[in-house]
């Protein structure tokens, strides 16, 4: 399995930015995509997930109503768009994913496989 996040890049306070994830090698929808972020100077902290089976979401309190996961637009790819975003999720992001649901938080060492990160700065 190879997860590959893409879509990082500098936003403005109160801006959007869409963040996609691809993976390859699941031969069923039976995963879960999550996001994890990783801010200068602070430990990894868990976003949000996404189970492939039933499209079900999931978001670290930090982030609900501003973040939305979903199915990508292109096959086997989930999306995380950000919106009214604020100097506090300037974080580099990381994309991971495990077999089964995904039912909320997760912590880091069930994740089985991960992708590279990509850096989001938001910045005025």
């Known amino acids: 399995v190879q997860l590959q996040a893409s879509g990082g890049g500098l936003v403005q306070p109160g801006g959007s930015l869409r963040l996609s994830c691809a993976a390859s090698g699941f031969t069923s929808d039976y995963y879960a995509i999550g996001w994890f972020r990783q801010a200068p100077g602070r430990s990894r902290e868990w976003v949000s997930c996404?189970?492939?089976?039933?499209?079900?979401?999931y978001y670290a309190d930090s982030v609900k109503g501003r973040f939305t996961m979903s199915r990508g637009s292109i096959k086997d790819t989930a999306d995380l768009q950000m919106k009214s975003v604020d100097f506090e999720d300037t974080a580099v992001y990381y994309c991971?994913?495990?077999?089964?649901?995904?039912?909320?938080?997760?912590?880091?060492?069930?994740?089985?496989?991960w992708g590279q990160g990509t850096l989001v700065t938001v910045s005025s």
């Open positions: 991971a994913a495990h077999h089964g649901f995904c039912s909320g938080y997760l912590a880091e060492e069930h994740w089985g496989y």
């Open positions: 996404l189970s492939r089976a039933d499209d079900n979401s």
